[in-house]
């Protein structure tokens, strides 16, 4: 029970019912929590406290415990869902942060690879590679936009199941790239970052388009074709910004 006084925990070892409070000193009756000083042969002997009313002021006693303790852990609750999407948005943005200048690095990388790799195109072409990196950065910018969006979103239909799927999907590829692209030298193939490159183009766009449809199934493949060559002109990497 917590202690009447300063609220501190206090565990019963012994059968005496005269507590005293090992941080405030406050001594108080086990029973039914009030003073130790009132059961006295004054205020109606030792067991003052067997009275319903004194009882009746216990069993309130314990029922406000028990709500701040609800409120409490409600509180904790909030502040520990708030934290999961704040963490998740904040490593994302610093992720895009230190991926930005993998840019610049792609034609040196390039040059590293194919000193290594056996490839019919001799060429020091960078194009896929920046490519790549172009599009794991639209991925960044979308998945830190995703976890306020998330923290909002309400939980109906199942809906919120298919949000953190598809965001789950998204982070699976976009770390899968990240990890082909960021090394200092390349080791993967062309073909296999060109076709994970494709795979987190295809899952980012089926990701914004569910959720700007309000999270219904996503576009047929058609649909989602198009918008890829119509991303060529147009960029869409922060469709998820005015929904949120």
Known sequence: KPCPKCKSPIEK?????????????????????????IHSSETGGYFRCNKYQAVEKLNDSIADA???????????????????????????EISHKLEEPLMSKAKMKMLALSTVVDDNDSSTDTSFIEDSVRELLKARRVLRASYPYGYYLQDGMHRKALFESMQNALEDVTESLSQMVARAYLRTPRSRIIETAQILQQNRLKFVNSVANGLVPSSPS???????????????????????
């Not at 028990?66 to 998740?88: D, L, T």
């Not at 074709?225 to 929904?243: H, Q």
Request: charged letters at 35%; glycine letters at 2%.
């Open 13 to 37: 070892t012994e059968g005496c019912n005269h507590m005293k409070c090992v941080k405030c000193k406050h001594e108080f009756c086990w029973v039914c929590m009030e003073a130790w000083k």
């Open 66 to 92: 028990k709500k701040e303790i609800v409120e409490e852990h409600k509180k904790a609750s909030k502040f520990q869902r708030f934290m999961h999407y704040y963490i998740r948005y904040h490593n994302h």
């Open 222 to 244: 058609s649909k989602i074709k198009a918008k890829i060559k119509k991303e060529k002109s147009t960029d869409c990497d922060s469709a998820l910004i005015p929904l949120l």
